[in-house]
C-alpha cells in the first residue's frame, strides 16, 4: 500500500520561507510523477507544483513562479516543495499526491484527477 506522509508546515511571517517535504512508502518511487497542490478555506484545492522522474520535469502554477521550488530525492524517496517570499495568500492545508499513470509519466500533470495517491496534508499559514 502506498503512504504519502507531509511534513514541514507551519505559521510564518510574509516573506518568510518554508520546506515541506512528503516522504512516500510502497512501491518504487522511481515510477512515480509526484505533485503538490493546495487548498485554502472555502476554495478548491488547487494545482501548486509536480516533477516527473525522468528528466525531472517541472511544473508550476503561475502564481508560485518564480517563488517555489520542487525536487525529489530518489535515494530518500521523499519530494520537497521549498517555498520562498511566502505571502498570506499562500495560506492553506498543501497536500502530496502521486501517481504511475503512463500518460502523465513524462510530462507531470497539474490534474488533480491525474493523481491516485494522496497524503494527509500540512497546514501552512502565512501572517501579514
Known amino acids: 500500500q502506498v503512504q504519502l506522509v507531509e511534513s514541514g508546515g507551519g505559521l510564518v511571517q510574509a516573506g518568510g520561507s518554508l520546506r515541506l517535504s512528503c516522504a512516500v512508502s510502497?512501491?518504487?518511487?522511481?515510477?512515480?510523477?509526484m505533485g503538490w497542490f493546495r487548498q485554502a478555506p472555502g476554495k478548491d484545492r488547487e494545482f501548486v507544483a509536480s516533477?516527473?522522474?525522468?528528466?525531472?520535469?517541472?511544473r508550476y502554477t503561475d502564481s508560485v513562479k518564480g517563488r517555489f521550488t520542487i525536487s525529489r530525492d530518489n535515494a530518500k524517496n521523499t519530494v520537497y516543495l521549498q517555498m520562498n517570499s511566502l505571502k498570506p495568500e499562500d495560506t492553506a492545508i498543501y497536500y502530496c499526491a502521486a501517481t504511475t499513470r503512463a500518460e502523465v509519466y513524462y510530462r507531470g500533470s497539474s490534474r488533480a484527477d491525474d493523481y491516485d495517491y494522496w497524503g494527509q496534508g500540512t497546514q501552512v499559514t502565512v501572517s501579514s
Open positions: 510502497g512501491r518504487t518511487f522511481s515510477s512515480y510523477v
Open positions: 516533477i516527473t522522474f525522468v528528466g525531472t520535469r517541472t
